[in-house]
T-cell receptor, first 113, second 115 residues
Framework: QKEVEQNSGPLSVPEGAIASLNCTYSDRGSQSFFWYRQYSGKSPELIMSIYSNGDKEDGRFTAQLNKASQYVSLLIRDSQPSDSATYLCAVIVATDSWGKFQFGAGTQVVVTP | EPEVTQTPSHQVTQMGQEVILRCVPISNHLYFYWYRQILGQKVEFLVSFYNNEISEKSEIFDDQFSVERPDGSNFTLKIRSTKLEDSAMYFC?????????????FGPGTRLTVL
């Protein structure tokens, strides 16, 4: 069974600080990685995708990918109370045909004023 | 901004009844998906659909489930004989052309309650 693992949290972060979220995956053949944000009772909302090793920045978010170590991380700079949500790591795992999204269970982030 | 829409937002049904969940993907997207999320659990892949056929399905997507694109805009998930354990939030998602087909955009979900 190909797995995507995240710490469930909650991760408590003071307002203005950096939140650091980690995700590990077991399928060494995975090439595509995504971070989604999910507010309670709502649907996942795409934050960013990353496909190459290294860092990718988008506003206050930075995704980091290390395929050799099979982890992907997300940094949230200048955390705001509105960032309080569950952050889902998603990986496309290889199959015999198209491949499919596999989600981690999510890390709950709580930003405290 | 284009978005995925889903109807109904909440469906209550009796065990053994058939339900159809409806989705309108983003208009120029070619790849369509269904996921479910049981309360408090992770988002689980059900099925992907491209060019009017299923391209991938999970172990959850058994003979009780089917998908259809009955016209140029709707994408439906049918559960033939609902069970209590089918109670969950069902999300439809779509993605665009081949270059960016991986980035999936989710609809607001349909909460299915089976009594």
């Amino acid at each position: 069974q190909k797995e995507v693992e995240q710490n469930s949290g909650p991760l408590s972060v003071p307002e203005g600080a950096i939140a650091s979220l980690n995700c590990t995956y077991s399928d060494r053949g995975s090439q595509s990685f995504f971070w989604y944000r999910q507010y309670s009772g709502k649907s996942p909302e795409l934050i960013m995708s990353i496909y190459s090793n290294g860092d990718k920045e988008d506003g206050r978010f930075t995704a980091q990918l290390n395929k050799a170590s099979q982890y992907v991380s997300l940094l949230i700079r200048d955390s705001q109370p509105s960032d309080s949500a569950t952050y889902l790591c998603a990986v496309i795992v290889a199959t015999d045909s198209w491949g499919k999204f596999q989600f981690g269970a999510g890390t709950q982030v709580v930003v405290t004023p | 901004e284009p978005e995925v829409t889903q109807t109904p937002s909440h469906q209550v049904t009796q065990m053994g009844q058939e339900v159809i969940l409806r989705c309108v993907p983003i208009s120029n997207h070619l790849y369509f998906y269904w996921y479910r999320q049981i309360l408090g659990q992770k988002v689980e892949f059900l099925v992907s659909f491209y060019n009017n056929e299923i391209s991938e399905k999970s172990e959850i997507f058994d003979d009780q489930f089917s998908v259809e694109r009955p016209d140029g805009s709707n994408f439906t998930l049918k559960i033939r004989s609902t069970k209590l354990e089918d109670s969950a939030m069902y999300f439809c998602a779509s993605s665009g052309d081949r270059a960016s087909y991986n980035e999936q955009f989710f609809g607001p979900g349909t909460r299915l309650t089976v009594l």
